[in-house]
C-alpha cells in the first residue's frame, strides 16, 4: 500500500486576469501564472520551473517582481487576502503578508520599491485600502483609503522608480499621487482635472508619468501638473486587417477642454511600459504603440507599431471573455532591453526582439507567439494517443489541438465554427473524434491539417472514446451510447439504460466492456458483444461525473456530487472515501494498477493511497484555478495529465513508491503520418516543375559558361598582345638604365675619393686633441698626486690623536674600575662570586674595545693606501694606453670590418649548433627514458623467465604422465575417429546434392521472374488499349455533341449544309485512312491470337512451376529431416566418447593407485568397471555398424523418405 510520486513536468497555458502577469526574471527567463501556479519559463531551453500556490486559496489576482529579481509577491484571494513573497533562486515561500486593516478579500495591484524593501497593496472593494509594507518584517507600516465610493474601481499602484515614499494610484475617476513620512501617507496636490476612467500609467522620469484612459488618450503629467495630451486612433476593423494605418495627434489642454471627450475615439489603453527611448502604449486588439522622446514641443512621437498577427476567420470572442481577444494586457521589456513579451486576454504569450531588424526596417511588425497558443476558454475534452506520444484536447474557445507531451509543443491546431464538447484520439495517432453540438465528426491528422471525412448525425455529444484496440468507438446521445465500428462506420449497438445524462464511457483493457456513469446516479457495466448490462450500481442520491475501472475489469472507482470516493465491484459500493468536503470531479487508474489519482473542484490533483483505506490518504498537488474536467493517464503510466475550466493543460510525471512509473520495456512510438492525395499530387508537380527549371537553369549556366569561356580566351588574347609590348618598352627602359647606373658609379667612385681625404683631414685633428686631452690628464694628475700626499699626512696625524686618546682613556678607565672595585672588595666580601663575574665581562668588553679600534684603524690605513695605489696605477695604465690607442686605432678599423663579416657567419653558426643541440638534448632525453623502460622490461622478464623455468620444468613432468595416458586413449579414439570421418564425408556428398537442387530452384525462380515480365507487359498493352477506348468514347460523345447542334438547324436545310459539311470536314478521313483502319483490325486480330497463345503458356508455366515446386519442397524437407536426425544422433555418439574417455581415464587413475599399493578402490571394483567399459565399446562399435549401413542404403536411394531410426541410449 503506497501513494504515487507526482511532479509537475510542464504546463501548458496563462492567467490571464492577473495583474502584471508577466515579468522578465533575467534575459533568458521570465515569470508568469498558470493555473494556481506561478511559472519560470526559460525562453531559450523550453525549460519550466514551478512555484506552487498555497493550497485551498481562491486564486492568484496580482503579481509583482522585486526590481533586483530576487523575489516574486503573489496576492491570493481568499476568506483573507494574503500577500506571499517567495524566492526565486530556492523556489521556496519566504514571508506570508497578512492583516486586519484589509476589508477586502483580495488584493487588486502590487509593487515593490526600487530599494526592493518596501512593497505596496491596494485591496479590492469595499474599503479600498492602500498598505505600505515593510516586507521582510511582515509589518505594515502605513494604510489609507485610496477610495471612498464602494463602485468605483483602482486598476494599478506603482512605486516612484527614484523614491521610495512616492506613490501613484489610478482608477476610475481616480489619479493620485502619496508620499510617505512617518508611519503616514498623505495625498500631494495635483491640478484639477476632468474626472476620467484612469486605467493604467508608467513611471517615465522621478518627476514625470503618463496615464491611459478608457477613450484612447495618454496624459502626461510633470511635477503635479498636466503639461500634454496624446491621442490613438485605431484603424477600423478593415483597416487592420489591410494595410493597418493608424494616427496619433496630440493637442493641448484647452483644446480639450473645448472640445470635449466625446470627439475622441473610444479605444481603451490597456497598458504603459517604459523604456529607455520613452515608452510603449498598448490599444485597440492586439496592437502596441511605441512613443520615442523627442526634443521638440510634442515630447514624445509615435515612431513604430507593433500587432498581433490576427487569421480573418479567428473566433472574435466567447462567451467567458469580456472585450477583444487579443487586446494586449501586460507587457514587460528584459533588462537590456532586447526583447518585449506581451500577454493579450485570450491568454497568449507573444515576443519580438526590441533590436532587431524587423522593428528598424518599418513602421509596422508582427509579433510572434513566445512557445505556442494555449486555449483561452474552458477545456471540455482531452485524450491520450497510445501508438504515439501525443494528446488531443477541445475547448469552447472552437479549437482542436494536438499537442505532444515527448517535446512539450503544438503539433497541430485546428478552429472550427462550432464550440467542440468532446474529443477522442484513436490508439494510432491517426485519426479524432470530436463531438459538436450539431453533430460528431471523424477526422483525419494530416501533416499540417485536421479533416473531417465522416459525420454522424449525434448532437452536442458530450462523451466519446475510441476502444484499445481502435476497430470501435463509443460516443454518448443523450441518455444513449452508441457504438460504431471505426472503419466501416455501422451502428453495431445502442446501450439503453440511464435515465439521465451520461457524464462518462470507459472501456476495459480487453474492449470487452464498457463502464458508464451518468447525472442519475447509476454506474453500469455493459458487454460490447451483447449490447446488454452485467452489472449495476445505482445511488440516486449521487450524480456521477466520472468513472474508471481497474486494469482486471472486476473494480470500478467512481465519483461524483456526495464528495466520496467509491470503490464498486459485483454491482456492490464496497468502499467509500470521504474527499474531507471536497467534490472530486474526475478519477483515472493507471493500467499497472498500482496508482489512483482524482480531481477536485479546487483545481487540486490528489494521489490516493492504493489499494483505498478508510479513512483514505493522499498526497494534494495544487495546480489549477478552477475545476478539473477531465484527467488521462498515458499508456505506459508515465505522465498524468489534466485539464480544467480554467483553459490549462497540466502534465506530471508519476510513479509509484517503489519507482515503476514505467513499464519494463520502453515503448516505441510509431512515427508514421498521414496527408491528402491532392496534396502529394500538387508536391509532385511542385518537384518535377523544380526540376525542370534546375534543368533549364543548368543549360542556361552552361551557356552563360561557354560565352565567359570566350570572352575570357578574346581578353587573354588581347592581354598576351599587350603584354609582348609592354616587354618591348621595358627592354629599352633597361638600356637606357644601364646607361644612368654609369653614370652614378662614376659619381660615386669620385664621391668615394672625397670621403677618403675627409677622413684622413679628420683623424689628425682626433690625433691632435688626443694629445691636448692626455696634456691635461698629465696636469690632473700632478694635482692628485699632491692632493695624496696631504690626505696622508692628515690620516697619520688623526692617527696619533686617536692613540692618544685612546691611552688616556684607557688609564682613566683602569683607574675608575680599581678604585670601584677596592671598594667593592671591603663592603661586599659576600658578592666575590658575583665581582668575579663583573671583572670576567669587564676585561672582555675593553678587549672588545681594542680589538676594535684597532681594527678600524687598520681599516681605514688600508683604505687609503689602496686608493692611492689604484690611482698611481690609473696614471701609469693611462700614459701606456695613449700610445697603445695610436696604434691600434687603425689596427681596430680594419678588425671592425672582418669582424662584422665574421660576427655574421658565427650567429649563422651559432643558431645552426643551438637547433643541433637542442635536438640532440631531445633525443638524449628520450634515449635515457627508453633505456630505463628497457632495463625495466629486462628485469620484468628475467623474473617472468624464471618462474617460466620453474613451471616447465613441472609441466614436463606432467607431461610425462600425460603422454603415456594420451598413447592409451588414442588407441580407444581412433576406431571412432575414423567412422566419424566417414559420417562427415557422407554428410558433405549430402550437402552437395542439396546444392544441386538450390540451384534448380534458382533456374525455376528465374523462368518465374520472366513469366512476370511477360505478364506486366501483357498489363501495360491492356492499359494502353483502355486508354485508347477512352479516347474513342470521349471523340465518340463529342461526335454526338457536333451531332445534336446539327439537328438543332433541321428545319434550316442551308444551315443544315453547313453544318453537316463542317461536320464532315471534322471527323471523316481520307481513304487512306480508312484502309489504315482495316489494316489496324488485322493488326489487332492477329495480336489477339498472340496474346491467347501466350496467355495459355502463361497457365501451363505455372501449372508446371507448382507441381515443380511441391516436388521440390518435398525432397528439402525429407533431406533435413534425415541431416537433423543424422546429426543428433553423432552428437549422441560424441557425448557417450566422452563419457567413455572420462570413465577410461578413471580406471588408469585407479590402475596406477594399485600399482603404488593405496587402498582407494579395491581389485573387485576395477575388474568390474573394465567389464562395463569393454560392453560400452561393443556396443557402440555395433551402433557404429549399424548407422553406416544405414547411410550406404540411403545413399543407394536418394528418392526415399523413410528416416534412420533413433539411437536407442538406454541400451548402451
Known amino acids: 500500500m503506497s501513494i504515487a510520486v507526482a511532479t509537475l513536468r510542464h504546463s501548458f497555458g496563462l492567467k490571464a486576469d492577473v495583474t502584471n502577469n508577466v515579468a522578465f526574471q533575467d534575459e533568458q527567463t521570465i515569470v508568469y501564472p498558470a493555473g494556481s501556479n506561478c511559472v519560470m519559463f526559460n525562453i531559450e531551453t523550453r525549460a519550466q520551473k514551478f512555484i506552487s500556490n498555497v493550497e485551498k486559496s481562491g486564486g492568484m489576482t496580482a503579481m509583482a517582481l522585486t526590481p533586483n529579481k530576487r523575489y516574486v509577491a503573489l496576492a491570493e484571494k481568499g476568506e483573507k487576502a494574503t500577500i506571499t513573497i517567495y524566492d526565486l533562486q530556492t523556489l521556496r515561500k519566504k514571508k506570508v503578508l497578512t492583516t486586519t486593516e484589509v476589508q477586502s478579500q483580495q488584493y487588486v495591484s502590487l509593487a515593490f520599491s526600487p530599494d526592493s524593501k518596501f512593497l505596496i497593496s491596494q485591496g479590492a472593494r469595499p474599503d479600498w485600502t492602500l498598505l505600505y509594507w515593510a516586507w521582510e518584517k511582515s509589518k505594515p507600516m502605513a494604510s489609507i483609503r485610496t477610495s471612498t465610493n464602494i463602485s468605483t474601481e483602482i486598476y494599478q499602484v506603482s512605486f516612484n522608480p527614484n523614491d521610495n515614499a512616492q506613490i501613484c494610484v489610478v482608477g476610475n475617476g481616480i489619479f493620485k499621487t502619496y508620499k510617505y513620512n512617518e508611519g503616514v501617507l498623505k495625498a500631494n496636490p495635483i491640478q484639477k482635472i476632468e474626472p476620467q476612467n484612469f486605467l493604467t500609467h508608467t513611471w517615465l522620469s522621478e518627476d514625470r508619468i503618463v496615464v491611459g484612459t478608457d477613450v484612447g488618450k495618454i496624459m502626461l503629467f510633470e511635477g503635479q501638473e498636466h503639461k500634454r495630451d496624446f491621442y490613438v486612433v485605431p484603424p477600423s476593423t478593415s483597416d487592420s486587417s489591410s494595410n493597418g494605418n493608424t494616427r496619433t495627434s496630440t493637442a493641448p489642454q484647452s483644446e480639450v477642454s473645448d472640445t470635449g471627450l466625446s470627439s475622441k475615439p473610444s479605444t481603451p489603453v490597456l497598458s504603459l511600459t517604459k523604456y529607455s527611448k520613452g515608452f510603449l502604449c498598448s490599444a485597440g486588439n492586439g496592437i502596441i ?19 498581433v498577427p490576427i487569421s480573418p476567420d479567428s473566433a472574435q470572442s466567447t462567451h467567458n471573455i469580456k472585450g477583444p481577444l487579443h487586446e494586449i494586457l501586460h507587457m514587460t521589456i528584459s533588462p537590456s532591453e532586447e526583447t518585449l513579451v506581451a500577454a493579450s486576454r485570450n491568454n497568449q504569450l507573444y515576443t519580438i526582439g526590441m533590436t532587431g531588424a524587423e522593428i528598424a526596417k518599418g513602421e509596422h511588425s508582427l509579433l510572434e507567439i513566445l512557445s505556442q497558443p494555449f486555449h483561452f476558454d474552458q477545456i471540455t475534452g482531452l485524450d491520450v494517443c497510445i501508438r504515439k506520444p501525443l494528446i488531443a484536447t477541445c475547448s469552447l474557445d472552437r479549437t482542436v489541438r494536438i499537442w505532444n507531451y515527448e517535446n512539450n509543443s503544438l503539433e497541430l491546431t485546428k478552429e472550427f465554427q462550432e464550440e467542440a464538447f468532446s474529443v477522442a484520439l484513436h490508439p494510432s495517432g491517426l485519426y479524432v473524434l470530436v463531438g459538436f453540438s450539431d453533430k460528431l465528426r471523424l477526422m483525419n491528422i494530416l501533416i499540417d491539417d485536421i479533416q473531417p471525412f465522416k459525420e454522424f448525425t449525434i448532437r452536442g455529444c458530450r462523451e466519446c472514446q475510441f ?32 435515465n439521465g445524462k451520461v457524464r462518462s464511457i470507459q472501456w476495459t483493457h480487453d ?19 451483447t449490447n446488454k448490462r452485467e452489472g449495476e450500481s445505482v445511488l440516486k442520491t449521487c450524480s456521477y461525473t466520472c468513472a474508471c475501472v481497474s486494469p482486471d475489469g472486476s473494480t470500478t472507482y467512481a465519483v461524483g456530487s456526495d464528495k466520496t470516493l467509491k470503490e464498486i465491484s459485483d454491482s456492490q459500493i464496497q468502499k467509500e472515501v470521504p474527499a474531507a468536503d471536497t467534490i472530486l470531479t474526475q478519477c483515472a487508474i493507471s493500467r499497472s494498477g498500482r ?23 493522499w498526497a494534494e498537488h495544487q495546480c489549477h484555478a478552477g475545476s478539473i474536467t477531465k484527467m488521462k493517464i ?67 549556366n552552361e551557356y552563360q559558361l561557354r560565352l565567359k569561356d570566350m570572352n575570357h580566351h578574346e581578353k ?55 694629445n691636448q686631452k692626455l696634456m691635461a690628464e698629465y696636469e690632473k694628475y700632478q694635482e692628485l698626486q699632491a692632493k695624496s700626499q696631504r690626505m696622508q699626512e692628515e690620516y697619520e696625524r688623526q692617527l696619533a690623536a686617536k692613540a692618544e686618546s685612546k691611552k688616556q682613556a684607557l688609564q682613566e678607565l683602569t683607574e675608575l674600575y680599581e678604585t670601584k672595585l677596592h671598594e667593592k672588595t671591603g663592603q661586599l666580601e659576600s658578592a666575590n662570586d658575583e665581582q668575579r663575574k663583573m671583572l670576567q665581562t669587564h676585561e672582555e668588553t675593553t678587549r672588545q674595545i681594542e680589538e676594535d679600534a684597532d681594527r678600524e684603524i687598520l681599516d681605514i690605513k688600508n683604505m687609503y693606501e689602496r686608493r692611492l695605489r689604484e690611482e698611481k696605477e690609473g696614471n701609469m695604465r693611462l700614459t701606456g694606453e695613449t700610445g697603445i690607442m695610436k ?25 645552426k649548433l643551438n637547433g643541433v643541440i637542442k635536438s640532440l638534448e631531445k633525443d638524449i632525453l628520450g634515449l635515457k627514458k627508453e ?16 618462474d617460466l623455468k620453474k613451471k616447465n620444468q613441472e609441466l614436463e613432468k606432467f607431461k610425462f604422465v600425460l603422454d603415456y595416458k594420451i598413447r592409451e586413449l588414442k588407441k580407444l579414439i581412433e576406431p571412432r575417429e575414423n567412422d566419424i570421418k566417414t559420417m562427415r564425408d557422407q554428410i558433405q556428398e549430402m550437402g552437395s546434392e542439396l546444392e544441386r537442387y538450390n540451384k534448380g530452384n534458382t533456374a525455376l525462380k528465374l523462368k518465374i521472374e520472366e513469366s512476370k515480365q511477360k505478364l506486366k507487359a501483357n498489363k501495360d498493352e491492356m492499359a494502353l488499349q483502355r486508354q485508347r477506348n477512352h479516347d474513342m468514347a470521349a471523340d465518340l460523345k463529342r461526335f454526338r455533341t457536333d451531332v445534336s447542334k446539327c439537328v438543332k438547324h433541321i428545319q434550316d436545310p442551308h444551315v443544315l449544309k453547313v453544318e453537316v459539311i463542317e461536320l464532315n470536314k471534322r471527323w471523316v478521313q481520307s481513304e487512306q485512312l480508312s484502309e489504315n483502319i482495316g489494316m489496324d483490325v488485322d493488326i489487332q486480330k492477329e495480336y489477339a491470337r498472340q496474346r491467347d497463345h501466350l496467355e495459355r503458356s502463361v497457365a501451363s508455366f505455372r501449372k508446371k512451376l507448382q507441381k515443380d515446386s511441391q516436388i521440390h519442397r518435398a525432397d528439402n524437407v525429407r533431406i533435413m529431416q534425415e541431416n537433423v536426425s543424422l546429426i543428433k544422433e553423432i552428437n549422441d555418439l560424441r557425448r557417450e566418447l566422452k563419457i567413455a574417455r572420462t570413465q577410461v581415464h578413471d580406471l588408469e587413475a585407479n590402475n596406477n593407485v594399485l600399482k603404488k599399493g593405496m587402498p582407494a578402490v579395491g581389485p573387485m571394483v576395477s575388474v568390474e568397471e573394465l567389464g562395463q567399459v569393454q560392453k560400452i565399446v561393443d556396443i557402440q562399435k555395433s551402433e557404429i555398424q549399424r548407422l553406416r549401413d544405414q547411410l550406404r542404403h540411403t545413399l543407394t536411394k536418394p528418392g526415399s523418405g523413410h528416416r534412420l531410426p533413433p539411437v536407442e541410449v538406454g541400451q548402451a
Open 289 to 307: 504603440f511605441m512613443y520615442e522622446k523627442t526634443d521638440e514641443r510634442e515630447m514624445y512621437k509615435r515612431t513604430r507599431e507593433l500587432r
Open 467 to 498: 476502444s484499445n484496440g481502435g476497430h470501435l468507438f463509443a460516443a454518448v446521445h443523450g441518455n444513449v451510447i452508441q457504438l460504431y465500428t471505426t472503419y466501416t462506420f455501422e451502428n453495431v449497438g445502442n446501450l439503453k439504460g440511464h
Open 511 to 529: 474492449d470487452s466492456r464498457i463502464i458508464s456513469c451518468g447525472v442519475d446516479g447509476a454506474v453500469y457495466e455493459w458487454s460490447v458483444y
Open 595 to 617: 496508482m489512483l489519482f482524482v480531481g477536485t473542484a479546487q483545481g487540486s490533483v490528489r494521489a490516493m493511497k492504493f489499494p483505498l483505506t478508510v479513512p483514505g490518504e
Open 634 to 700: 498515458s499508456y505506459d503510466d508515465a505522465y498524468l495529465f489534466t485539464v480544467s475550466e480554467d483553459s490549462s493543460l497540466y502534465m506530471f510525471k508519476i510513479m509509484d513508491k517503489e519507482g515503476r512509473g514505467l513499464k519494463s520495456k520502453d515503448i516505441t512510438y510509431a512515427e508514421e503520418i498521414l496527408i491528402s492525395k491532392t496534396d502529394l499530387q500538387e508536391k509532385d508537380t511542385a518537384m518535377k516543375e523544380l526540376k525542370t527549371r534546375v534543368y533549364e537553369l543548368n543549360m542556361e
Open 716 to 770: 587573354t588574347k588581347e592581354l598576351t598582345e599587350k603584354f609582348i609590348q609592354e616587354m618591348e618598352s621595358l627592354k629599352t627602359k633597361n638600356q637606357v638604365l644601364k646607361t644612368d647606373k654609369d653614370k652614378e658609379e662614376a659619381r660615386h667612385e669620385e664621391e668615394q675619393q672625397d670621403l677618403i681625404e675627409k677622413q684622413n683631414q679628420e683623424l689628425q685633428d682626433l690625433e691632435s686633441a688626443n
Open 887 to 911: 696604434k691600434k686605432f687603425k689596427s681596430q678599423e680594419q678588425e671592425i670590418e672582418s669582424l662584422k663579416v665574421e660576427i655574421g657567419n658565427l650567429n649563422t653558426e651559432k643558431n
Open 931 to 946: 633505456i630505463q623502460e628497457r632495463d625495466e622490461t629486462i628485469q620484468d622478464k628475467e623474473k617472468r623467465i624464471y
